[in-house]
């Protein structure tokens, strides 16, 4: 076995959906050896997936519905649903079969204990910040109590990653000085990633964690 497919799929309104997919595409362009790539429709208007591609793993988030209407598969089962996929590869197999000893049979895999392992650990903890999601004005909001000098450098922080992403607005700083900021903010359940179209949005790693639960 080379290689297996691991999903979440959320119910989400088509705003939310491109709500969530605009979070992803501002996260870090690096991440392992993986490589950012976001994908937009025609027009330019809405993103339709976001994509990282690497040698141990990949993270493909998608409009379900959309990527299925492309093949030319019309299936209304599958309208508004949010797909998180993580690709697992042969080397990061490999590496869950060496540490549990087990071997790379299709059946060690089929548990979704074996999911959220690979959930928790390669996409949850290390790559989704903590905290919520909140436009300008809640986040200005919800740092009202912090030194004025710290809450204009932290929502200025929160401007250029919306700008760019977390990569190019942590180039502004100096080092170590971006991983003070995102640790502030998800302290107080802010993630450094602001929304546009909500004044709030509840965390990525919150209603993944929520949807395994319910399994």
Do not use: H
């Amino acid at each position: 076995m080379t290689r297996i497919d691991l999903k979440v799929d959320l119910k989400l309104s088509e705003a939310e959906m491109q709500e969530y997919l605009y979070i992803f595409s501002k996260l870090r362009q690096k991440y392992y050896s993986l490589k950012k790539k976001v994908y937009y429709n025609e027009d330019n208007s809405n993103i339709e997936s976001v994509y990282y591609k690497g040698s141990r793993f990949n993270i493909n988030v998608y409009d379900k519905q959309n990527q299925l209407k492309k093949k030319g598969i019309d299936n209304p089962t599958y309208k508004n649903v949010f797909r998180l996929e993580l690709q697992i590869k042969s080397k990061e197999l490999s590496a869950y079969c060496k540490r549990f000893g087990t071997s790379k049979e299709l059946i060690n895999f089929w548990d979704i204990a074996v999911r959220d392992y690979f959930f928790n650990n390669l996409l949850i903890e290390k790559f989704l910040y903590n905290g919520d999601y909140y436009n300008q004005n809640n986040i200005n909001f919800k740092l009202e109590d912090i030194k004025l000098s710290t809450q204009q450098k932290l929502l200025e922080f929160c401007r250029n990653i919306a700008e760019t992403d977390i990569t190019e607005a942590s180039k502004k700083l100096s080092r170590g000085t971006a991983s003070k900021y995102i640790k502030e903010l998800t302290e107080r359940e802010i993630n450094p990633v602001m929304i546009k179209r909500f004044d709030y949005l509840a965390g990525l790693k919150t209603i993944i964690e929520e949807k395994s639960r319910a399994v």
